[in-house]
């Protein structure tokens, strides 16, 4: 066999099997190694909106002064019970979710004088259950919070509500009544929107 047909031989076999080597899949890169778990740490966050009228307390300050005490509990509790025993970590979380329903309640409590501030009234009672109307103080809402049964109301002076009496007609007056009633509901929702929002950014 000369040279000749040497090379047309090879050549044949190279074409023969050029379509097995094109169906052959591609080399696969090596699998990624999965990446660790991201560290967020707790942020505290400490806020405040100035209403422009100094006398009416804004829902949304207010909420932002909500979460600010919020945050402070958490990021300061967080770390301290890493690697706690099942039980420390369960009076922990108890304890928390104590504090975040009495700051809530608080919020709801002061949603209602949001409201008697835009119609001018900056004084006020506090009534829990049964007993008599108090002057109205950030303490005695406060230790009243703590209790989540316990029932309280805001409501103004007897001065005041006489005034809102003459001030509005029957109709007028069912309205501000009712704005009142609505004042704590609504805090609650402008907190538990910022709060949601410090959930999904795993700020909490």
């Known amino acids: 066999m000369n040279l000749k047909a ?21 080399p696969k890169p090596p699998p990624a190694e999965p990446a660790g778990k991201t560290k967020l740490p707790s942020t505290v966050e400490f806020s405040f909106v100035v209403p422009v009228l100094h006398d009416v307390l804004d829902p949304v300050g207010l909420a ?22 099942a039980f420390v970590k369960g009076s922990f979380f108890a304890g928390v979710l104590l504090l975040d329903r009495t700051v809530a309640k608080m919020g709801h409590e002061y949603g209602h004088i949001a409201v008697f501030n ?16 108090e002057p109205l103080t950030f303490s005695e809402v ?10 309280m109301a805001v409501q103004l002076e007897e001065d005041d509500a006489q005034d809102a009496m003459s ?28 709060y949601r929002e410090r959930v999904l950014r795993r700020q909490f």
Not at 7 to 16: D, N, P, R, S, Y
Not at 69 to 85: C, I, K, N, Q, W
Not at 119 to 129: I, R, S
């Open 6 to 26: 040497i090379g047309i031989a090879l050549v044949a076999a190279f074409v023969a099997a050029a379509p097995a080597w094109a169906r052959q899949d591609p």
């Open 167 to 194: 001030r509005y007609s029957p109709r007028e007056f069912a309205e501000f009544t009712a704005l009142s009633y609505a004042g704590g509901l609504n805090q609650e929702q402008v907190h538990l929107n910022l």
């Open 64 to 85: 932002r002064f909500q979460l600010s005490l919020e945050s402070l509990l958490h990021g300061t509790l967080d770390d301290s019970v890493r690697g706690a025993p």
């Open 142 to 151: 406060f230790i009243n919070s703590l209790v989540p049964q316990r029932h």
């Open 118 to 133: 835009r119609a001018g009234y900056q004084d006020f009672l506090l009534t829990v259950g049964r007993q008599s109307p």
